[in-house]
């Protein structure tokens, strides 16, 4: 195909306006999908994403269209995920296209996470088609989202689309606007191969699949490839496009997508981002924009049943062939024994490993509450990064710590304003700016530490609004603050696990709220557990756990069976989620207890 009829587009959108619908209609209209075979959204097919309704991985489809000028267009879509954890892999599949549609819902307007996806769009200078979907509900206001989006983000909305991707409207004009509207990719043909990597996938048969749009040049089955940022090279044996299945070719030009497939091991030997050259005919430098997946949060994960560490072990190895930004490594642990430390983007990233771990490898984890990165210049000058508050130097050896901080934008429906600001300021949160927007809604933006981000901001964000408001998160630095290790102890043990850093003036607060959260949740012994919290060597709160009373269980014997039962289901599920601390028996909750303190 000549790249003057090739149309390189993604979709950008907030979560449940449409985007996957909207794809169908597209692989549908063209042809590309017959509707027999045509799954419930097809490009959204990882049992996670769909049971959360998020999109996590890139995928790219490639359609053909007759056009109303009679002539044949090749248009590649290239999904993107739709979560701030996933923002590089994003912006590396924006750059692959030359344009976006931006999908609103009409009901509903503009989102956090759509400006930032914009944003990022405008940067790399894609030409955006807005469309107004789901205008067939009877909430539907397309006139006053297209004045919020020419508001915020300052779009031409003239050319905007109404639709409904629900009821297959406006899906012609779509395709003719993504002809008509979006420019062909250059054509630079004739220039010396680079190729833009924005997703891979490990497929245990052939190794590592590589998804990447062909930018300069061209590229060839059994071509010998250099990838220019990881160093490594590879024969190519599998060259195809995506129609949406695999379908070989034997050449790709400048302009177009594809998947390649050349016994590469493992992602990170093909990271997102990386550009991909040939052996004989290097490219002089690389496409711009590489970066390194950076993790950003971390957490210890230890199998409950030690005999589980090497299980463990086998299944982070499988799932960081098929996640680049996954790290891990050995922790021993004084109360958890063996297990590992673990990095992630986000949040999000880290449950979907979590619970990856558990269902696809039937791992018992006791996982302990996430941590930032914290760095700390020691009083001999050195530079230490800390992703585990156990590790933290004495203060006798510190001389300052800082932590990160992100830029926190949030939208929300004006009557919430107050609790989120509310909220903004208990997590430490310094106040940047808020704009009324039409319709009584409003921008907030904040700088917080990460670290309060990572608890439970957004849970909290979401039910102080009734799940209307949305935000968006991007680190902006390291910044020195007064914090401190708090420690916590069970029978007179220090629990390494359970060391947290804090702010110096929330100390008291979280320490005397961490030991009664503990007594809540630490189940009764036979014998009395004190719980202490400490700073230091001083105590600076004190609960304890009585002790069982023989005939509490006596009692259930004697007469109420169902309160007996009760008791022992209580007990065997308990069971499958405690770790011996010492003699005591720890529930998971109670290693996630720092993030359910209000
Ligand atoms: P995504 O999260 O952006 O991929 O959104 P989905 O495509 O999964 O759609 C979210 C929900 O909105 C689903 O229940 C869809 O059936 C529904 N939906 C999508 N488009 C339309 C539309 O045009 N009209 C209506 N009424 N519902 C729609
Ligand atoms: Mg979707």
Same mark, same amino acid.
């Given at each position: 195909v000549p790249a003057v009829r090739i149309r390189n587009f993604c979709i950008i959108a907030h979560i449940d306006h449409g985007k996957s619908t909207l794809a169908d209609r597209l692989l549908q209209a063209t042809g590309t999908v017959e509707d027999r075979q045509m799954k419930e959204q097809f490009l959204d097919n990882m049992d996670l994403e769909r049971e959360r309704g998020i999109t996590i991985k890139l995928q790219a489809a490639r359609m053909n269209y007759t056009a109303k000028d009679g002539q044949q267009y090749v248009l590649n879509l290239i999904d993107t995920p739709g979560h701030v954890d996933f923002s590089y892999e994003v912006s590396r599949s924006l750059v692959a296209c030359e344009g976006a549609l931006l999908v609103v819902d009409a009901s509903q307007g503009v989102e956090a996470q759509t400006l930032a996806n914009v944003y990022l769009a405008l940067e790399s200078n894609l030409e955006i088609i807005p469309v107004l979907n789901k205008i067939d509900l009877p909430g539907a206001e397309p006139e006053r989202v297209i004045g919020e989006i020419e508001e915020i983000i300052g779009l031409d909305c003239s050319g905007a689309i109404l639709a409904s991707a629900k009821e297959g409207i406006g899906i012609n004009e779509i395709l003719e606007a993504v002809v008509e509207r979006i420019p062909p990719p250059p054509n630079t043909i004739n220039e010396r191969l680079r190729a833009l990597i924005f997703d891979s996938y490990y497929d245990s048969y052939r190794g590592v699949i590589v998804y990447f749009r062909v930018m300069d040049g061209t590229v060839k089955k059994g071509d010998r490839i250099h990838l220019m940022a990881s160093g490594k090279e590879f024969e190519i044996d599998e060259l195809g496009v995506l129609s949406p299945t695999q379908k070989q070719v034997d050449e790709l030009h400048a302009g177009e997508v594809g998947y390649l497939g050349a016994a590469i091991k493992a992602v990170a030997d093909a990271r997102v981002g990386d550009t991909i050259t040939l052996s004989k005919a290097k490219a002089e430098s690389p496409l711009p924009g590489y970066a390194e997946a950076n993790p950003m949060v971390f957490c210890g994960m230890f199998p409950i049943d030690a005999d589980q560490f090497e299980d463990l072990r086998e299944a982070l190895e499988k799932l960081e062939l098929n996640d680049a930004a996954l790290h891990y490594e050995p922790e021993t642990s004084s109360a958890m024994g063996f297990g590992f430390r673990c990095g992630f983007l986000g949040l999000l990233h880290m449950e979907i490993v979590q619970e990856r771990l558990e269902r696809e490898y039937n791992l018992d984890l006791i996982i302990t509450a996430p941590s930032v990165i914290y760095k700390v210049i020691t009083v001999k000058g050195e530079e230490l990064y800390i992703d585990n508050p156990s590790r933290l130097p004495s203060p006798n050896d510190?001389?300052?710590?800082?932590?990160?901080?992100?830029?926190?934008?949030? @939208?929300?429906?004006?009557?919430?304003? /107050?609790?989120?600001?509310?909220?903004?300021?208990?997590?430490? /949160? @310094?106040?940047?700016?808020?704009?009324?927007?039409?319709?009584?809604?409003?921008?907030?933006?904040?700088?917080?530490?990460?670290?309060?981000?990572v608890t439970d901001f957004f849970d909290q964000m979401k039910s102080r609004s009734r799940g209307y408001a949305s935000m968006e998160y991007h680190i902006i630095g390291y910044r020195e603050n007064p914090l401190v290790k708090l420690d916590i102890m069970i029978n007179g043990d220090p629990v390494d696990s359970l060391a947290m850093i804090v702010h110096r003036d929330k100390a008291y607060n979280v320490g005397r709220a961490m030991a009664e959260k503990l007594k809540e949740l630490i189940p009764r012994h036979q014998f009395k557990v004190p719980?202490?919290?400490s700073i230091g060597s001083k105590v600076i709160a004190s609960e304890h756990i009585p002790a069982l009373r023989k005939d509490v269980l006596a009692k259930c014997y004697g007469g109420d069976i169902s309160r007996k039962k009760k008791l022992l289901q209580k007990q065997a599920?308990?069971?499958?989620?405690?770790?011996?601390?010492?003699?005591?028996d720890v529930p998971q909750e109670a290693f996630m207890a720092v993030l359910r303190l209000d």
């Open positions: 510190r001389e300052k710590i800082e932590e990160p901080y992100v830029q926190v934008e949030m @939208i929300t429906p004006e009557t919430y304003v /107050g609790s989120l600001m509310e909220l903004s300021q208990n997590r430490r /949160g @310094i106040f940047k700016d808020m704009k009324y927007l039409a319709q009584g809604r409003t921008t907030l933006t904040y700088e917080l530490p990460l670290a309060e981000v719980i202490q919290a599920k308990g069971k499958k989620r405690m770790k011996s601390v010492g003699t005591v």
